[in-house]
């Protein structure tokens, strides 16, 4: 049982957008700490792809967004393509658990 | 750039300690704007925070881990140590060090990960 709430699972066709949700508590998203997002890909290690809930490191494509509103988090993918097929995780620090924490993590099939 | 590598044996019997290095090139693990950590992932499941380490010595620790773990720091090689202790088969998983930033703590450098499988 993950601290942070993520759906198993989510698919969209090439093309479309698809959207990642995150549900913590009042001990971290809602505490205002900040939400990040990393992309798993098989073999690889895991790339931060959102941090500080809406900022994107240099690289990557604005394609992908995050948002953050109250004790969830969400992350949105437009413009699906091939290569973004993987997981996802939501991480952030918790108070009571005085560390970071991360959600169980979201795969991504594109159809 | 910056990087981490992690380096340290695969395979650990059931009952002893899981030791691994992550050694840093391109920047300075004293260079005081970050925390160093380590993160798990037993296949077939997500991602588990194990602690991290400031350049000071300061740790943090997971609840669920902290009577096994130590976090150490060696300033002069560049590096920062795991130690797990008693480790068992729910320990087997790809370790991964990485940079967390202060504040925000956000992981933006990880290392390419290291399988470490617990059996006799």
């Known amino acids: 049982q993950s601290v942070l709430t993520q759906p198993p699972s989510v698919s969209g066709a090439p093309g479309q957008r698809v959207t990642i949700s995150c549900t913590g508590s009042?001990?971290?998203?809602?505490?205002?700490?900040?939400l990040h997002w990393y992309q798993h890909l098989p073999g690889t290690a895991p790339k931060l792809l959102i941090y500080?809930?809406?900022n994107r490191p240099s690289g990557v494509p604005d394609r992908f967004s995050g948002s953050k509103s109250g004790t969830s988090a969400s992350l949105a993918i437009t413009g699906l393509q091939a290569e973004d097929e993987g997981d996802y995780y939501c991480?952030?620090?918790?108070?009571?658990?005085?560390?970071?924490?991360f959600g169980g993590g979201t795969k991504l099939t594109v159809l | 750039q910056v990087q981490l590598q992690e380096s340290g044996p695969g395979l650990v019997k059931p009952s002893q300690t899981l030791s691994l290095t992550c050694t840093v090139s391109?920047?300075?693990?004293?260079?005081?704007?970050?925390?160093w950590s380590w993160i798990r992932q037993p296949a077939g499941k997500g991602l588990e925070w194990i602690g991290r380490?400031?350049?000071?010595?300061?740790?943090n620790y997971n609840p669920s881990l902290k009577s096994r773990v130590t976090i150490s720091v060696d300033t002069s090689q560049n590096q920062f140590s795991l130690k797990l202790r008693s480790v068992t088969a729910a320990d087997t998983a790809v370790y991964y060090c990485?940079?967390?930033?202060?504040?925000?703590?956000?992981?933006?450098?990880w290392g390419q990960g290291t399988l470490v499988t617990v059996s006799s």
């Open positions: 380490i400031y350049t000071s010595g300061s740790t």
């Open positions: 991480q952030s620090y918790d108070s009571n658990l005085s560390g970071s924490v």
């Open positions: 990485a940079r967390e930033q202060w504040g925000s703590w956000y992981l933006d450098y």
């Open positions: 391109g920047d300075s693990i004293s260079s005081g704007s970050y925390y």
């Open positions: 500080g809930n809406s």
């Open positions: 009042s001990s971290n998203i809602g505490a205002n700490y900040d």
